[in-house]
Nanobody, 120 residues
Framework: QVQLVASGGGLVQAGASLRLSCAAS????????MAWFRQAPGKEREFVAG????????EYTDSVKGRFTISRDNAKRMVYLQMNSLNAEDTAVYYC?????????????WGQGTQVTVSS
């Protein structure tokens, strides 16, 4: 069993930055893969970024490459999504997820989501 709590969303202007955080509990964090997804209004949930456990690879969807960075702190049981140069198309509810088929899912555990709104 894993519990995930996402935070860090907000309302920002285009070009700004935000850092999302996801706190994990309930399972050996260093051995689990973590991912971020997002869902914009009227659209399907989509993969944004993923980090394979144990010093493994990271993946990003094409639209965020060069702007977003996923990272993790195993000691704190945290995963982060640094988002730079935000634009209106990044507006969505962002979810962290873990334990599943890396990188695109499906995943077994999800955080509650945090809203990111980018005004143009």
């Amino acid at each position: 069993q894993v519990q995930l709590v996402a935070s860090g969303g907000g309302l920002v202007q285009a070009g700004a930055s935000l850092r999302l955080s996801c706190a994990a509990s309930g399972r050996a964090f260093s051995s689990i893969t973590m991912a971020w997804f997002r869902q914009a209004p009227g659209k399907e949930r989509e993969f944004v970024a993923g980090n394979r456990c144990c010093g493994g690879s990271t993946e990003y969807t094409d639209s965020v490459k060069g702007r977003f960075t996923i990272s993790r702190d195993n000691a704190k049981r945290m995963v982060y999504l640094q988002m730079n140069s935000l634009n209106a198309e990044d507006t969505a509810v962002y979810y962290c997820a873990t334990v599943g088929h890396y990188p695109l899912g499906p995943y077994d555990y999800w955080g509650q989501g945090t809203q990111v709104t980018v005004s143009s």
